[in-house]
């Protein structure tokens, strides 16, 4: 039986060496490539009628659209206006990602920490300069809530501080764990499937209904990621 | 765990970096601006036909009053019509009547006047057949006729004194 955290493995398919960087089309590369070409068709072909009354492909593609646009209404605000295909990428690209994630044979780009921490440094980054750039050096009064009394500043600047640089660790690490636990919990299933010869009917079921299951966690980080970013840049923007 | 392999950091930042690049560039550049437009599109054209249907109810309602009050109009015309008519009728009829009344009121009075006229004449014929017999039976009771002017005269008294 092969380990379940087999299939984790980066395998490089184009070695591409830039100077000392090592910059080679992985399988990573490749579901994520994939991600993106996907994403375009079922956004750009799904909307090729431009139908005053939208068919089921149409009706998707503007479902995916009223939701994040709701997302950021809601969250942010008319200001938010400008972060919305930011924010719409980044949940299609998380989505899609992890949905690809659960074809078999195919390669998780979610799971890899790497990955996950690359995109919640630039939300954390740019929540942050957004905060700067509109509030100037107010912005650090983000760490005293208004109202608090003085004496308890001390206490609380540093508590403030410390969560605030904790978001990108959290908001990376849910992302990564919830993918790593699923597909692995999936594979050493799928291993007593083989294993247990006719008695793998029951892991199977098991996986059967676990699948479902990585579906809605699948959908679920995604929206998790995607609706943080929206409380971070609402963060930046509105200051609480 | 493969996860922490240092020489797969690399390779995997780099194409994140160029993949989400680029699905951002496509969504901002071509396929949200798509949706957007439709979903516009669409609201402006809900929004036109309610504006659309909100005149042409005003319009009907206004329609209706206008028929309301032709038919009320029609109505009391109807009613009005009706009323002459009936009034002209009922003095057609009373004219009728009124004619008809003195037709026969003249046809009386002929009837009665033609009446009165044999009377009379069948009165001078009674009265010369009277005195005619008053003198053939003077002739055989006195033997002499007596004079035409004194029976005459005896027949006038006795008439007047009979009535």
Redesign the interface.
């Known amino acids: 039986m092969a380990s379940p955290?087999?299939q984790?493995?980066?395998k490089?398919l184009i070695p591409?060496q830039i100077g000392e960087?090592?910059?080679?089309?992985?399988n990573?590369?490749l579901v994520?490539?994939i991600?993106?070409v996907l994403?375009?068709v079922f956004?750009?072909v799904g909307?090729r009628g431009?139908?005053?009354v939208?068919g089921r492909w149409?009706s998707m593609?503007?479902l995916c659209?009223?939701f994040i646009a709701g997302m950021v209404r809601e969250n942010i605000g008319a200001e938010g206006r400008q972060f919305?295909?930011?924010v719409?990428?980044l949940f299609?690209?998380i989505l899609l990602g992890n949905m690809l994630g659960l074809v078999p044979y195919s390669f998780t780009?979610t799971?890899?920490?790497?990955?996950t921490f690359?995109?919640a440094m630039v939300v954390f980054v740019g929540a942050t300069i957004v905060g700067f750039a509109k509030h100037g050096i107010g912005f650090f009064g983000f760490f005293l809530p208004h109202g608090v009394p003085w004496y308890i500043a001390p206490l609380l600047v540093p508590i403030e501080i410390l969560s605030y640089f904790t978001r990108p660790i959290s908001l990376s690490l849910r992302l990564?764990a919830n993918m790593?636990a699923g597909h692995t919990m999936l594979k050493v299933f799928a291993g007593f499937v083989v294993a247990l010869g006719l008695f793998g009917v029951f892991p199977l079921v098991f996986v059967v209904a676990l699948t479902g299951l990585e579906l809605l966690i699948a959908f679920l980080q995604a929206y998790v990621f995607t609706i943080l970013t929206c409380i971070y840049l609402n963060d930046a923007l509105n200051m609480h | 765990?493969?996860?922490?392999?240092p020489?797969?950091?690399?390779?995997?930042?780099?194409?994140?970096?160029?993949?989400?690049i680029?699905?951002?560039v496509?969504?901002?550049k071509?396929?949200?601006p798509?949706?957007?437009?439709?979903?516009e599109?669409?609201q402006h054209?809900i929004e036109e036909n309610l504006k659309k249907a909100e005149t042409l109810k005003s319009e009907a309602e206004v329609a209706a009053a206008a028929y309301e009050e032709v038919l009320a109009d029609a109505r009391s015309k109807a009613h009005d019509v009706l009323r002459d008519v009936r009034e002209a009728m009922t003095a057609d009829a009373a004219e009728r009547t009124a004619a008809v009344n003195t037709r026969l009121l003249d046809e009386i009075a002929a009837a009665e006047s033609r009446i009165a006229e044999a009377k009379n004449s069948a009165m001078a014929e009674i009265r010369g057949v009277t005195a005619e017999v008053t003198r053939s039976a003077a002739q055989k009771l006195m033997g002499e006729a007596p004079d035409e002017n004194t029976v005459n005269a005896a027949i006038d008294a006795v008439l007047a004194e009979r009535g």
């Open positions: 955290l087999k984790f493995e980066i490089t591409v960087v090592d910059a080679s089309f992985t990573s590369a994520m490539t991600t993106v994403a375009t956004l750009v909307m431009r139908a005053m939208p149409q593609a503007e659209y009223e919305f295909p930011f719409f990428s299609m690209f780009f799971s890899h920490l790497v990955v690359g995109m990564f790593t | 765990m493969p996860q922490f392999d020489t797969t950091v690399s390779p995997q930042l780099i194409w994140l970096a160029i993949t989400f680029i699905l951002y496509l969504m901002a071509v396929a949200l798509r949706i957007g437009q439709v979903l599109r669409r054209r």
